[in-house]
T-cell receptor, first 111, second 115 residues
């Protein structure tokens, strides 16, 4: 029983393409997040949703658009991919006072 | 500004020796502190947390961490390191920003346990 699952695990695509990453959690958490981990392993929050409502948008380019169809799902769509978007993207979920649970990550490579 | 600092990029320790991975934080209000571990090509796994109560918290795989309010630190410790503990360790704080919570991570410390 995977708590937070992301698909795909690997994504290789050309510059200029549009791609989506899907995330689902079966923990009943109210809050979901997208984090980006760069090549130096730094983790930076991109978005946070609470009960399908966007709460945090950390100055991410508007080519990135999250969508939450219900509180168990948070997808990330990226338009016009650039080389600099290459990174590992992590989905996570949490309750208010608890720890965050992370998916296994999606390694995006833009060529 | 709310932040987390991990001053060491890498920590090397011999197998069987005690290990410490350092973390200091800056946050307004009471801190909620966490440690995570990341193995190669994997997601982050939760190790332990401090919310309130005893300053020494115990977590998974024999790890523990000591909360020190006066030094604003939350160092991760283990009495006897294993080669399998070699991984990337992240300290995190839950911060309140603009009326909502987010997790702020340190830059990570690579732990290398030598056989």
């Amino acid at each position: 029983d995977t708590a937070v699952s992301q698909t795909p695990k690997y994504l290789v695509t050309q510059m200029g393409n549009d791609k989506s990453i899907k995330c689902e959690q079966n923990l009943g958490h109210d809050t979901m997040y997208w984090y980006k981990q760069d090549s130096k392993k730094f983790l930076k929050i991109m978005f946070s949703y609470n009960n399908k409502e966007l709460i945090i948008n950390e100055t991410v380019p508007n080519r990135f658009s999250p969508k939450s169809p219900d509180k168990a799902h948070l997808n990330l769509h990226i338009n016009s991919l650039e080389l600099g978007d290459s990174a590992v993207y992590f989905c996570a979920s949490s309750q208010v006072a608890g720890e965050a649970f992370f998916g296994q990550g999606t390694r995006l490579t833009v060529v | 500004a709310q932040s987390v600092a991990q001053p060491e990029d890498q920590v090397n320790v011999a197998e069987g020796n005690p290990l410490t991975v350092k973390c200091t934080y800056s946050v307004s209000g009471n801190p909620y502190l966490f440690w995570y571990v990341q193995y190669p090509n994997r997601g982050l796994q939760f190790l332990l947390k401090y919310i309130t109560g005893d300053n020494l918290v115990k977590g998974s795989y024999g790890f523990e961490a000591e909360f020190n309010k006066s030094q604003t630190s939350f160092h991760l410790k283990k009495p006897s390191a294993l080669v399998s503990d070699s991984a990337l360790y992240f300290c995190a704080v839950r911060a309140l920003t603009s009326g909502t919570y987010k997790y702020i991570f340190g830059t990570g410390t690579r732990l290398k346990v030598l056989a």
